[in-house]
């Protein structure tokens, strides 16, 4: 990662790690309290498949606070997609741009849409934006599972949705605790055992 990070430092780029997950109505569970002798049970509103889809992008540069930048879309789209379009990929990051105020060194996995023809025709038009894409099966180098892991394990833990506004509401409640938090920023950062130096990020 020595490269890369250098890359993000020759700019005064922000390095932005990004990805997507999917999100149900089954409870995640977690560790709970009870009484002795007593099994914990979370009854489940049966049934419903209704499915969301977010999209993370934690980003840092040396000097500035961590941010962490959000999207979400429904399941019932006129186009009939479940999950982010590579639009939507596009207008999450040109939304970022703007409130970043600055290059964007844009670290991701290649699964999905992220390799696709659309995608990369419209990166590559960007004299902001420089992409790097992680190597086959690393989420352990992607800040933003620390995020999906914090969230699973705080504001989605063993909750029955009772409908699937209620999941939404809890999802970016959750998202936007963490990202008015910059030490869970941080904390996901340092979780990849990237180190972060004034002038680069290296492994």
Not at 8 to 14: E, K, V
Not at 177 to 192: A, F, K, W
């Amino acid at each position: 990662m020595a490269g890369r990070g250098t890359t993000a430092a020759a700019l005064g780029a922000w390095t932005v790690f990004a990805d997507e997950a999917g999100f149900s109505m089954t409870p995640h569970t977690a560790r709970t309290w009870s009484r002795k002798g007593c099994t914990p049970v979370i009854r489940v509103n049966g049934g419903s498949r209704r499915h969301l889809s977010a999209a993370v992008l934690c980003c840092y540069k040396p000097g500035q606070r961590p941010r962490l930048i959000y999207r979400h879309t429904t399941d019932r789209r006129a186009d009939r997609r479940k999950g982010f379009s590579w639009k939507d990929l596009r207008d999450l990051l040109a939304d970022a741009h703007q409130q970043l105020h600055g290059p964007i060194v844009l670290v991701w996995d290649n699964v999905g849409l992220h390799p696709s023809r659309a995608i990369r025709t419209w990166t590559e038009a960007r004299d902001w934006l420089t992409v790097f894409q992680l190597p086959p099966y690393a989420p352990d180098l992607n800040p933003v599972e620390g995020v999906w892991s914090s969230l699973r394990r705080t504001n989605l833990a063993n909750i029955a949705f009772t409908n699937y506004d209620h999941l939404v509401t809890a999802v970016r409640r959750g998202l936007r605790q963490i990202q008015y938090r910059p030490t869970i920023i941080t904390g996901c950062l340092t979780g990849t055992r990237l180190a972060t130096h004034p002038n680069y990020i290296m492994h």
